[in-house]
Structure formats: C-alpha cells, structure tokens
C-alpha cells in the first residue's frame, strides 16, 4: 500500500503543504482565526514539528488542541504555560525575537509579493473594503520565509500589482535581506494549483511545483503576471495517509479545514452544520 | 479625575448609565479587547442607548464592537488596523459606510497604533521601530509615520505620534470597588489602552473586596491610578468570548450577521437587542440557559 493518500480534498492537501513549511524549532502566532491555517499549525506541531511555540490569543506556549470552531481560543489558552497579552507579543516576538512563518491570506498578491488586505478599487471609495492588514504590514518581511495561501487561485487574486500595498517583502534577496538587518528567506505562495516562490528582486515568481491534477498552462492561465516555468516542474506532494488520519481523527475532526473553499454564501450553513456536530458530541 | 483623584477615589463603582459622565459627544473612545475576544460590548451597547454621537473610535483589532458602532451612527470617524468577523464573514456596517463613503477612516498598521498608544503611556511624543516599510501606508498617512534616522547609529527607522484617546473602554474578569482590574485571558493590548487614556472605564463580571484580589495578586493587570469606574456587568463581552470564563457566542453571531445583511434588518437588531437594558438584552440572547453553556463550553476543550 502506497504511504500517499489518495482520497484527500484540496483543502488538506494545501494545508499538509502549508504545515510541511513549519520547521521544527519555529516561533507562530496564532491570532485572527483563520480555518486552514490553524488546522496547519495543528498538524505540523502534533506531527514533524512537536517543539514549535506558539503563541496563541494571549497563552503562551500552548498545547495542540482538537480544533472546535465554539472553544479553539478557550483551548489554546488552557494549553499555554503563560499569558501575555497581545503588546508583550508583539514587542518582544514580531520585533524581537522574530516569528518564522505566518501564512496569511489576502485578497490580492502581485508579482512582487505585496499583499492587499485594504481596499479593491479607489482607496476613499472601494468597491471593496478589505478588513485591514492588523500586524501584517510590519511583519512579513520580518518572518524567515513570507507565506501566502490562496484557496482561489485566478488572475482577480494574482494580479500584476495590488490596488494597495498593505503589507510587503520589502527587502527580497537574501544579500539584500541581510544587509538590512532581516532574515534571508523566499516569498512562496501556496495555492489551489500550484506552489509559487519569489527568490530574487528581479526575478519572477517560480513555479515550484504543480498539484496532482493540474497542469502548468492551468497555473499560467490563471495568474496575473508573469512565470518562470523550469524545465521539469514537480508534482507537489500528496499528504500520506497518516496525515489524513490525522487530520481528520485527531486534529481536525469537523471538517473546519475546508472552510476557505466553501462559496461565502455557503459559509454560514457550514459553519452551522459543524457547531451542531461539536454540540451534539459533548453530549449537549 | 488627576491622577491624584484616581489614588484617592477608593470607591469607583457605578452603573452602566453612568458612563455619559465620562463620555461627551465628539470624544476620542479606544474600544479594548481583540479579534473576537473580550470586548467591552455591554458598554458598546450603552454608548448606542445613551445616544452618544460623533465618536472617533480607536479599536487595534476590531469586530462586531465596531460593526455595532458604525451600523448604530455613534462615529464621525475611525481609527483601526482590522475590523473583521473572521469566520462569520465581512462586517456589513463598516463595509457600507466606507464603501458609500460616509464614515471617515485612519487605516494605520497594527503595530503602530499599539506604539502610539506606549508612546502616550509612557509620555513620550513618538516611538521609532521597524515600521512597514514599502507599504503604501507611509503614502497614505505622511502625517502618521515619519521616517528618521537613530541619532546613534544613522539606521532609518519609522516614528509614529503618540496617541491619546479621551477615554478607554475596557472588559475583564474581575475588580475591587477602588479599581483594580483582574485579567485572566485574552487581554489585547487593554493595559496599553488603559495607560494611554484620560479616563478609563471597565466593566467587569464581579467586584470582589480587594482582599479577594490579594489571593491572586499577579492576575491585577490594571492599577487604581490608571481607573475613573468600575461597573459590574456580568457577561459584558457577550457576544464575545472572555477566556478563560466563556466562549464566545457562535449562535448570536451568526443572528448578527444575518440582522447585518441589511440597513433594515440592522434597525430590528438594534430595537430587538440593543435599545432595552442589559438585562434585558442577556434574557433576549438566550437568559442564563444559554450563558451557563457557554461557560461550560470554555471548560469542553480537547488538547493532544
């Protein structure tokens, strides 16, 4: 029997991609709840990663937990083995110490790795207004590699430049990142398709590796801005099956992990259908 | 209250309608708690019922507190990094008023804010750090952040302005009556808040005598001199979560967002949930049944 899973959704194989970027050793902060990257942060801490810390709401340290949509904050609180609050965090990790990797989704990414959580459009009158970037527009250049996830891989996320930079690399290059003080590390984007890396100022985005399914012209069909193509692009990895038990048994047994691919209009029935479950199984 | 006031004041308890002693129209309110946790929302609600106009809101990490404000036409202007319901969806008051242009916004990064409201704590004019360098902010708000260079070593850095609201409005587990503040979860940047501020109101879930407070002295976050009025409001964050006492409601949030969809449907909301007590209010959102599990529900929690 292959150790690769087979029956796996996108949502878990982008999230085994994401989690395959946490190394061991690695400080994460886990703030605005966002599905898939905690359910990442979750598998690689209970898998390949199991000396990470995070840093969670304002529990320091905290244990993995099962993921529940109705208590995940009151979990990672009662894991940690201290509490700081958000400004100890953010003094004493994001601008000292430093936090490896975040991933973060935005609602556009261009080919310089900006990233826009602001505005679509006119920045007094949007046709979207974005929630804001929180401590993103510091942050990322900071981290040892800058992580982007997109569940909607298409050329309205991937655009040739971001109606506003909320948050940016700012130095990229490793010579360049040194000389400014910051820690060397890529851009790489993560995606329903592929798996995108910027190295060099001047160089484009890379396809790194193309998923199970997909094809390289459906990944440049749908980015809007340029790709170097190598010669021989690899397939990404598929989770094994342990990480799908895992997933699904251990860390993420509501399904929550798929959140991001559900249509927004859907969302609130999914979410409903999942708080049922986790209700009816404490016996509630 | 000087500062000397707030040492002598040993007895700042008060009443929910109260708060328009400290509050004017017009006032600067930073809004504590952050992303979905601990917000002052028991005072939030009393700000639309006390009918408290043009506020320039500051809020770090801000949710349904602000939703509620802007939806209820409390503010003439915001001050935030994020304003988001995370998984519920988009936060349809802010989102109308920004995008038809009538609310008047400061976009400032997450960082920043916190360091200006340190500077002020402190006394200090502006703090340098790492800014956000190469984002359209420094474009944006010239007025906000400035680049300088250290005196020691010539290395450019971002300054940002201290900030200084009129007041902070703040939720926590636990208080004595001359106002010292237990926090005992998610604290945001609130003791900042609270350092920054002029006045500084909170509302807490019990005021115990302070012997009570001497058995666990290292969870007083916030100290008497820093507080103008304690207010017992018990499930004061309801709809969200004050960890490690209660969850966050999911069940009434998903009720704000549909209520939210529209300018008409947020009108009901506001008559159905807001504009009445806040007694009256917890018995609308489910009565001590539905507190009851929500405290359970902090406690249910699986870790591996």
């Known amino acids: 029997m292959s150790k690769y899973s087979d029956d796996y959704k996108p949502a878990e194989l982008m999230c085994v991609a994401v989690a395959a970027e946490i190394e061991d050793g690695d400080i994460l902060i886990l703030g605005s709840f966002t599905p898939l990257a905690f359910v990442s942060y979750l598998l690689a801490k209970v898998t390949h990663a199991p000396n990470v810390m995070y840093m969670a709401y304002s529990s320091v340290d905290a244990r993995p937990f099962r993921l529940s949509f109705a208590t995940y904050?009151?979990?990672?609180?009662?894991?940690?083995?201290?509490?700081?609050?958000?400004?100890?965090?953010?003094?004493?990790?994001?601008?000292?110490?430093?936090?490896?990797?975040?991933?973060?989704?935005?609602?556009?990414?261009?080919?310089?790795?900006?990233?826009?959580?602001?505005?679509?459009?006119d920045y007094q009158r949007p046709m979207l207004r974005g929630p804001g970037g929180a401590?993103?527009?510091?942050?990322?250049?900071?981290?040892?590699?800058?992580?982007?996830?997109?569940?909607?891989?298409?050329?309205?996320?991937l655009v040739p430049k971001v109606d506003f930079i909320t948050g940016t690399r700012w130095k990229i290059g490793n010579e360049e990142r040194i000389k400014a003080g910051l820690r060397p590390g890529p851009i790489k984007l993560i995606t329903n398709l592929a798996i995108l890396i910027k190295e060099e100022e001047g160089r484009p985005f890379k396809i790194a590796s193309v998923h199970p399914g997909v094809t390289v012209d459906d990944v440049i069909n749908n980015?809007?801005?340029?790709?170097?193509?190598?010669?021989?692009?690899?397939?990404?990895?598929?989770?094994?099956?342990?990480q799908i038990r895992i997933l699904r048994e251990e860390v993420d047994p509501y399904g929550m992990v798929a959140f991001d691919f559900i249509p927004g209009k859907e969302r609130p029935a999914y979410l409903k259908q999942i708080l049922d479950r986790e209700i009816k199984a404490l016996g509630y | 209250?000087?500062?000397?006031?707030?040492?002598?004041?040993?007895?700042?308890?008060?009443?929910?309608?109260?708060?328009?002693?400290?509050?004017e129209d017009g006032d600067k309110v930073a809004i504590g708690g952050a992303w979905l946790s601990s917000h002052p929302m028991a005072l939030v609600r009393q700000i639309i019922r006390s009918k408290i106009k043009n506020l320039y809101a500051m809020t770090i990490l801000g949710s349904i507190d602000i939703d509620l404000m802007v939806g209820a036409g409390c503010l003439d202007r915001l001050m935030f990094s994020f304003v988001s319901m995370e998984a519920y969806g988009l936060p349809m008051n802010f989102r109308r008023a920004v995008e038809k242009g009538g609310?008047?916004?400061?976009?400032?990064?997450?960082?920043?804010?916190?360091?200006?409201?340190?500077?002020?704590?402190?006394?200090?004019?502006?703090?340098?750090?790492?800014?956000?360098?190469?984002s359209d902010f420094l474009k944006q708000r010239p007025e906000f952040y400035k680049v300088i260079n250290c005196p020691f070593t010539g290395e450019e850095m971002i300054a940002v302005p201290?900030?200084?609201?009129?007041?902070?409005?703040?939720?926590?587990?636990?208080?004595?009556?001359?106002?010292?503040?237990?926090?005992?979860?998610?604290?945001?940047?609130?003791?900042?808040?609270?350092k920054a501020a002029g006045k500084v109101i909170v509302t807490v879930e019990e005021i115990v005598p302070t012997e009570v407070l001497r058995e666990n002295p290292y969870k007083t976050k916030i100290p008497r001199f820093y507080v103008d009025m304690v207010i017992e409001q018990p499930f004061g964050a309801h709809p969200t979560s004050l960890v490690p006492s209660y969850v966050g409601d999911?069940?009434?949030?998903?009720?704000?967002?549909?209520?939210?969809?529209?300018?008409?449907?947020?009108?009901?909301?506001?008559?159905?949930?807001?504009?009445?007590?806040?007694?009256?209010?917890?018995?609308?959102?489910?009565?001590?049944?539905?507190?009851?599990?929500?405290?359970?529900?902090?406690r249910e929690v699986k870790l591996l």
């Open chain 1, 135 to 157: 401590g993103a527009p510091e942050v990322v250049k900071m981290h040892r590699k800058m992580l982007g996830y997109f569940p909607n891989h298409s050329k309205r996320t």
């Open chain 2, 103 to 134: 609310l008047k916004y400061d976009e400032i990064s997450g960082l920043a804010i916190i360091l200006g409201f340190e500077a002020a704590g402190r006394g200090v004019p502006f703090l340098p750090y790492r800014g956000p360098f190469g």
């Open chain 2, 1 to 23: 209250m000087t500062r000397r006031d707030k040492v002598l004041n040993q007895n700042k308890v008060a009443k929910l309608g109260d708060i328009t002693k400290l509050i």
């Open chain 1, 223 to 242: 980015t809007g801005f340029e790709l170097a193509i190598p010669k021989d692009v690899p397939e990404t990895e598929k989770p094994t099956q342990e």
């Open chain 2, 250 to 298: 999911p069940w009434h949030m998903m009720k704000y967002m549909e209520m939210a969809a529209s300018p008409e449907t947020f009108k009901s909301y506001l008559d159905e949930y807001v504009m009445k007590s806040e007694d009256e209010y917890l018995e609308a959102v489910g009565g001590l049944k539905q507190m009851n599990l929500l405290k359970k529900l902090a």
């Open chain 2, 162 to 194: 201290a900030i200084k609201p009129d007041v902070a409005l703040i939720h926590a587990q636990r208080a004595d009556p001359a106002g010292n503040i237990q926090i005992e979860g998610t604290a945001g940047s609130d003791l900042e808040l609270a």
């Open chain 1, 73 to 121: 904050e009151a979990a990672a609180t009662k894991g940690g083995v201290a509490r700081w609050n958000m400004t100890e965090c953010i003094n004493s990790l994001y601008l000292g110490v430093g936090v490896d990797v975040e991933p973060i989704s935005s609602i556009q990414t261009d080919q310089y790795g900006n990233i826009n959580l602001s505005v679509v459009g």
